[in-house]
């Protein structure tokens, strides 16, 4: 079975701060990671993914995440965080059986 | 906008009734993928049609049902429907032209249900 865990149900920023949503799972074989950002009344939006290659990986909006294999995470980061940001987000693991897991989700709130 | 489409927006039943959920994947999207979100569950993965035929099962229940027609929607079926089914059903849909699992989803706007 797989599953993720996202240890924060909230995180709280200022504007122009780093942001980190943190994010860890467990999956037989190679995993498939992926974040979304769901916005109020809305449905989920791909931020970004990881399948191989390189650790590191950018997406959408400044977001990137590190995949780190030896800790089984994968953190989403943005170096400056935007009031706009404010969302909740989503980490997600899959692998080869086409299912996709979802963590419960963290809320950012950026403060101005 | 993510070019996947659900109909209706919001829903409102009662219970033992039976209702049917649509979505319009992505054009030239193949896998059509059901979710539901709920305050206790969270979001939850139901079931995935790929190009017609069911691909993956997850937590769906048996009075739950699907299909995916030839020209690539789907519907989500709900009967004999208790108050604890009230949730947000999103589709999603993506490529997945190599078979693989891979591939990002692009979800739609989600069809709201409310069971009295």
């Known amino acids: 079975a797989q599953s993720v865990a996202q240890p924060e149900d909230q995180v709280n920023v200022a504007e122009g701060n780093p942001l980190t949503v943190k994010c860890t799972y467990s999956?037989?074989?190679?995993?498939?990671l992926f974040w979304y950002v769901q916005y109020p009344n809305r449905g989920l939006q791909f931020l970004l993914k990881y399948i191989t290659g390189d650790n590191l990986v950018k997406g959408s909006y400044g977001f990137e995440a590190e995949f780190n294999k030896s800790q089984t995470s994968f953190h989403l980061k943005k170096p400056s965080a935007l009031v706009s940001d404010s969302a909740l987000y989503f980490c997600a693991v899959g692998s080869n059986d086409y299912k996709l897991s979802f963590g419960a989700g963290t809320t950012v709130t950026v403060r101005a | 906008d993510s070019g996947v489409t659900q109909t209706p927006k919001h829903l409102i039943t009662a219970t033992g009734q039976r209702v049917t959920l649509r979505c319009s994947p992505r054009?030239?999207?193949?896998?059509v993928y059901w979710y539901q979100q709920s305050l206790d569950q969270g979001l939850q993965f139901l079931i995935q049609?790929?190009?017609?035929?069911?691909?993956a099962k997850g937590n769906i229940l048996e009075r739950f049902s699907a299909q995916q027609f030839p020209d690539l929607h789907s519907e989500l079926n709900l009967s004999s429907l208790e108050l604890g089914d009230s949730a947000l059903y999103f589709c999603?849909?993506?490529?997945?032209?190599?078979?693989?699992?891979?591939?990002?989803?692009?979800f739609g706007p989600g069809t709201r249900l409310t069971v009295l």
């Open positions: 054009s030239g999207d193949l896998s």
């Open positions: 999603a849909s993506s490529v997945d032209l190599s078979g693989r699992a891979y591939n990002e989803q692009f």
């Open positions: 999956v037989s074989g190679n995993p498939y």
């Open positions: 049609y790929y190009n017609g035929e069911e691909r």
